[in-house]
């Protein structure tokens, strides 16, 4: 079992900066690569960000591709994610998800994703 927990969510104006992070514990968290999700209201969950367990491997959504950047620190059991020019449209509920198998063709799927956290609201106003 690995367990996550986010924090670092918030209220941020349009133009801001937040940085999520995912404390993971539980199985060996250096095994596992890690994903960011998130749902907005009335939408579906979508893919924002993964990270291979070395950090080797790094996708993004292209929605967010050049604003956010995802790192991890396999020594503090965490993985970050740094979200810079923030706009009202990525107001949702972030997730991080663990997996221990991250390929080009299955980073984006959540079914790919075995542990979940319960997610942190971010809100960003225009």
């Known amino acids: 079992q690995v367990q996550l927990v986010e924090s670092g969510g918030g209220l941020v104006q349009a133009g801001g900066s937040l940085r999520l992070s995912c404390a993971a514990s539980g199985r060996i968290f250096s095994s596992y690569a890690m994903g960011w999700f998130r749902q907005a209201p009335g939408k579906e969950r979508e893919f924002v960000a993964a990270?291979?367990?070395?950090?080797?491997?790094?996708y993004y959504a292209d929605s967010v591709k050049g604003r956010f950047t995802i790192s991890r620190n396999n020594a503090k059991n965490t993985v970050y994610l740094q979200m810079n020019s923030l706009k009202p449209e990525d107001t949702a509920v972030y997730y991080c998800?663990?997996?221990?198998?991250?390929?080009?063709?299955?980073?984006?799927?959540?079914?790919?994703?075995?542990?979940w956290g319960q997610g942190t609201q971010v809100t960003v106003s225009s």
């Open positions: 990270i291979s367990w070395s950090g080797g491997n790094i």
């Open positions: 998800a663990a997996t221990r198998y991250l390929s080009g063709s299955n980073y984006y799927r959540e079914t790919n994703y075995n542990y």
